[in-house]
């Protein structure tokens, strides 16, 4: 777990939420950087992130926060088993009735069921999108609000790369884009090998797992093509058809190779900071 006091900030930019304490439990270090970036440019500054559920739940022990955002899926104690505990009045948690909002890029109506039935107070879908986090965040913490700078006007979209939602995202920041690109270029390959290791050993589970975090991480970026095979192999890896993903991995590294020189030609510095 780690505090973040990366410096985000814009020169016109007014922080105006500076008591308020989030806890992001959330494993993709991509979706960390898209998730503490947003938080930071809508002037929530102080942001704890924690790796899994077992980490937010040893934390909630000892420290006080004001909201939660917890990613669903994630490794050890996934988020609706956090909640669960958190709202357990029976357990060690300093605050049981604390605000929490459910992260993920499952859009399914029982996913959303799910979470209710654990005691969460809100989900927001995965890729985020500024506006819907800062109407969430007004709703749970009082007196709180947020400016959205206006969409850019450039429509530099491609199957690979949508360039201007992605920048519409992180409301404008060349630098935090160039940041969390170059996270996701080095990350990404390290989850393609496991994905390929979890094949060979017919391990369903784990295959979905890491699956579903590059789909998130991909529709976070903008990376349209990725994201959908992504997705493809989640649902493959989901109803064990290994056929399908025998044939989706090389398809998706192959992808994830052309998605770089695409990358690279939109922020051209990105890849001489590597």
């Not at 206006?150 to 519409?168: L, W």
């Not at 890491?210 to 095979?229: D, F, M, V």
Request: glycine content about 4%; overall charge negative; proline content about 6%.
């Amino acid at each position: 777990m780690s505090l973040i006091n990366e410096n985000l900030d814009t020169p016109n930019q007014a922080h105006f939420h500076s008591l308020i304490h989030i806890l992001l439990a959330e494993d993709i270090p991509t979706n960390q950087k898209v998730a503490v970036g947003i938080l930071r440019k809508l002037g929530f500054d102080h942001v704890t992130i924690c790796n899994d559920g077992a980490e937010a739940l040893d934390l909630m022990q000892h420290q006080r926060f004001d909201l939660v955002l917890m990613d669903l899926q994630m490794p050890e104690v996934d988020g609706i088993q956090a909640a669960r505990v958190i709202r357990d009045p029976m357990s060690s948690i300093l605050q049981h009735d604390i605000p929490i909002i459910a992260l993920s890029a499952n859009v399914l109506q029982s996913d959303k069921a799910r979470c209710v039935q654990a005691g969460m107070n809100g989900h927001i879908d995965k890729p985020i999108q500024p506006q819907v986090l800062a109407e969430t965040l007004s709703k749970w913490l009082p007196n709180t609000q947020a400016q959205i700078p206006p969409p850019i006007t450039p429509n530099t979209q491609t199957q690979i790369f949508d360039y201007a939602s992605f920048m519409d995202r992180l409301m404008n920041d060349q630098e935090l884009a160039e940041r969390i690109l170059r996270v996701f270029e080095m990350e990404t390959p390290a989850k393609i090998a496991l994905m390929k290791l979890h094949l060979q050993n017919s391990d369903a589970d784990s295959l979905q797992r890491i699956a579903h975090g590059l789909k998130g991480a991909s529709g976070n970026i903008s990376l349209l093509e990725l994201y959908a095979t992504a997705a493809t192999l989640e649902n493959a890896a989901r109803s064990n058809d290994w056929d399908t993903c025998k044939q989706i991995i090389p398809k998706l590294e192959n992808q994830f190779q052309q998605t770089i020189p695409e990358i690279h030609r939109q922020f051209p510095s990105s890849s001489d900071q590597r």
